[in-house]
């Protein structure tokens, strides 16, 4: 049984660029949130995702927006990038609210 | 407002030897309360859950952890440490279906 996914693993980007990222759900599962880890910080909640809507927000700008598929995958996606976007984005899924199992990350770093 | 406090930046013990991770948390209603390890460059791997009944619970990897309601507690323990132990672990709280709220973490080294 398949964990959870992501992609790339790493990425570059320079300052005002654009990125997607991608997560795959836990088999069975409905429900992704992601979150944002800056350097030795605990995970930040960004938005939960269910049914295909977003059904969560935390305190992320507008820049930051996502999409959940039919196959309960979902992106994130960052626009105008940030020097301070810099992170370990981390998708975690879940089967209608019982706890959250996290994927390895996708390590962000912006020039 | 929700929030997790973990006091310990950084904790070293020796091989073998007991372990307390402190957890002290903030939350309106019942809270569900976590503890997850991350090795450096790594995902979160959860280890042991409360959501109600029994206030000790058990984990993976020997761990376990008491829920204190009357001192907003969430301690993780283990009576023998293993060198693999090492690791950042986090403490989160959340509710049925909502988001989770993490602590800064504590670093654990542990000393051979």
């Known amino acids: 049984d398949a964990g959870v996914t992501q992609s790339p693993t790493h990425l570059i980007k320079t300052r005002g660029q654009q990125v997607t990222l991608r997560c795959s759900p836990k088999s069975g599962h409905d429900t992704v949130s992601w979150y944002q880890q800056a350097l030795g910080q605990g995970p930040q909640f960004i938005f939960q995702y269910y049914e295909e809507e977003e059904r969560q927000r935390g305190n992320f700008p507008d820049r930051f927006s996502g999409h959940q598929y039919p196959n309960y995958s979902s992106e994130l996606n960052v626009n105008a990038l940030l020097l301070g976007d810099s992170a370990l984005y981390l998708c975690?899924?879940?089967?209608?609210?019982?706890?959250?199992?996290f994927g390895p990350g996708t390590r962000l770093t912006v020039t | 407002a929700q929030s997790v406090t973990q006091p310990d930046i950084h904790i070293t013990v020796s091989e073998g030897a007991s372990l307390e991770l402190r957890c002290n948390y903030s939350?309106?209603?019942?809270?569900?309360l976590f503890w997850y390890v991350q090795s450096p460059g790594q995902g979160l791997q959860l280890l042991l859950k409360?959501?109600?009944?029994?206030?000790l619970v058990q984990g993976i990897k020997g761990f376990e952890a008491e829920f204190k309601r009357s001192q907003s507690s969430f301690n993780l323990r283990k009576p023998s440490v293993l060198w693999s132990d090492a690791a950042e672990y986090f403490c989160?709280?959340?509710?049925?279906?909502?988001?989770?709220?993490f602590g800064a973490g504590t670093i654990l080294r542990v000393k051979s």
């Open positions: 975690a899924s879940s089967r209608s609210g019982f706890e959250q199992y």
């Open positions: 989160a709280v959340g509710g049925y279906g909502n988001k989770l709220v």
């Open positions: 939350y309106g209603a019942t809270p569900y």
């Open positions: 409360y959501f109600s009944g029994d206030t």
